[in-house]
């Protein structure tokens, strides 16, 4: 059972940046991705990347803001956001799934990290 451990998250101001991480805790073959969830919406694909890091994927939401990237030596995803939005505030889920392909949906991923927090105050 792979487990995962996210960390990163705090509160920071509009225009911040930030870098989530995720650990497994063991080696992952397939895609890995972030998801993110505000109090009373639905969770919402952040962005994924591929076990090679050679196919990421993105959503319209964070283009050009975020950038997803692996380190599969350290087990490890990161989530770079910059120029960070009052929108952006949410529990960040990292997720792995053994199959190839990004996916935007949650359900097509067996493994989740218990969420870290990212508050943006104007």
């Known amino acids: 059972q792979v487990q995962l451990v996210e960390s990163g998250g705090g509160l920071v101001q509009a225009g911040d940046s930030l870098r989530l991480s995720c650990t497994a805790s063991?080696?992952?073959?397939?895609?890995m991705a972030w998801f993110r969830q505000a109090p009373g919406e639905e969770r919402e694909f952040v962005a994924g990347?591929?076990?090679?890091?050679?196919?990421?994927v993105l959503a319209d939401s964070v283009k050009g803001r975020f950038t997803i990237s692996r380190d599969n030596a350290e087990n490890t995803v990161y989530l770079l956001m910059t120029e960070l939005k009052l929108e952006d505030t949410a529990a960040y889920y990292c997720?792995?799934?053994?199959?190839?392909?990004?996916?935007?949906?949650?359900?097509?991923?067996?493994?989740w990290g218990p969420g870290t927090q990212v508050t943006v105050s104007s």
């Open positions: 063991e080696r992952t073959f397939g895609t």
């Open positions: 997720a792995a799934r053994t199959g190839s392909g990004v996916r935007a949906n949650h359900w097509d991923y067996n493994y």
């Open positions: 990347i591929s076990w090679s890091g050679s196919t990421t």
